[in-house]
Structures are given as C-alpha cells and as structure tokens.
T-cell receptor
Framework: DVKVTQSSRYLVKRTGEKVFLECVQDMDHENMFWYRQDPGLGLRLIYFSYDVKMKEKGDIPEGYSVSREKKERFSLILESASTNQTSMYLC????????????FGEGSWLTVV | KQEVTQIPAALSVPEGENLVLNCSFTDSAIYNLQWFRQDPGKGLTSLLLIQSSQREQTSGRLNASLDKSSGRSTLYIAASQPGDSATYLCAVRLWGDDKIIFGKGTRLHILP
C-alpha cells in the first residue's frame, strides 16, 4: 500500500528555533510537495521537488527552505520559527508522469510559541 | 492564474439523501482533476481522479464528472451516510505543470 510518512504529528517550538519537518515516501515517486493548510486559506504550496537535489518555490516559500538528498525523503526547514508559521503542514508525493494520483501524509501540526 | 472554487463552504444533509458537491476552475487547460476527502486533523485521501479526456469516474457510491468547457466538476454522493461527514476538496493539475491547485473545500455534515 502507498505510504507517505511524516515523522512528527505534533510539535511545539519556540520563536526563533530551527525546525525540521521530515517526510518519507515508499513509492519511488519523483515528485514531492510541502503544503501548509490554514482555516479559510486552504492548502498553499510552499515548495516542491521533482528530483533529488531539485526544488522549486511554490506560492509561499518565504521563511522556509527544503532539502532532498535522497529520492524518498523531503525535508521542510523553518530556519527561525515565527508564530505566523503555526499551522498544519502536509507532505505529498506523486509520480512525475502527469495524470497520476497525489498521495498525502497524515500531516504535522506545528505550534510556535 | 488558475483558481479553483468550491461552493458552498459547508453543507448539512439528512442521512440517506443524494447530494452534489461543486467545483469550478478558471483555466480549462487542465490535465486532470482530483477529488479528495479530509477528516478532521488528518491528511487528504484521494477519492477519484478524472483525466482531461474523460467525462466521469465512479467508485462505489461516488461519481465525479468533468466539463472542461464550462470549467466545472461535480462529486455526486449517493445514499449519504454519517461516515461521509468530512471536508471534500477538489484539485486541478495544469498541462505541463507538476503543481496541483486546490480549492478550499466543502465541509459536509450528514445528519443521522
């Protein structure tokens, strides 16, 4: 069965801390995505990657960076967490070939205090 | 810029009724459209994927249709059950683009 695993479901971090959110997929997918989801704003794309070491900015990349050193793993990094980054973060993956389903992880709830 | 809209934002329906959820998009040059379900505090689960060359897809009590020319898709749920209560999101993928654009979803509540 297809699986996208986000390592942390719930995190509480202090303002200014560096935060790592990890995502692993076991489907050999080329594409991986990071979204954040906020009430009234829906899902917004932060970054996506279509290959190892490749990345592209989404709609809201400010304050975030990403790392993809291995095909199965895509990390989201908050260099200096701020309270406005309190949100639900969702990782997803899909095959590069268009027309394929996108699969999501269970989400990571981040609270920055 | 592609925009995806889902109206209404919330819907309550008595158990057993058939219902339709709506999704509209501004750019008809889509590659595919996908419907998702999201339970509170959870990730998204794919329900149906419709390629641009298709008109509809069915899975059990769910039927999704696509009309590219009018920029619309519907998700039909037959004989609704309390377990269908969730938020339903649609998302489109454009030609030649890896990105997927989501609507904000319709929060569905099935009344027992």
């Amino acid at each position: 069965d297809v699986k996208v695993t986000q390592s942390s479901r719930y995190l509480v971090k202090r303002t200014g801390e560096k935060v790592f959110l990890e995502c692993v997929q076991d489907m050999d997918h080329e594409n991986m995505f990071w979204y954040r989801q906020d009430p009234g704003l829906g899902l917004r794309l932060i970054y996506f990657s279509y290959d190892v070491k490749m990345k592209e900015k989404g709609d809201i990349p400010e304050g975030y960076s990403v790392s993809r050193e291995k095909k199965e793993r895509f990390s989201l990094i908050l260099e200096s967490a701020s309270t406005n980054q309190t949100s639900m973060y969702l990782c997803a993956s899909s095959l590069r070939v268009s027309g394929n389903t996108i699969y999501f992880g269970e989400g990571s709830w981040l609270t920055v205090v | 810029k592609q925009e995806v809209t889902q109206i209404p934002a919330a819907l309550s329906v008595p158990e057993g009724e058939n219902l339709v959820l709506n999704c509209s998009f501004t750019d008809s040059a889509i590659y595919n459209l996908q419907w998702f379900r999201q339970d509170p505090g959870k990730g998204l689960t794919s329900l149906l994927l419709i390629q641009s060359s298709q008109r509809e897809q069915t899975s059990g009590r769910l039927n999704a249709s696509l009309d590219k020319s009018s920029g619309r898709s519907t998700l039909y749920i037959a004989a609704s059950q309390p377990g269908d209560s969730a938020t339903y999101l649609c998302a489109v993928r454009l030609w030649g683009d890896d990105k997927i654009i989501f609507g904000k979803g319709t929060r569905l509540h099935i009344l027992p």
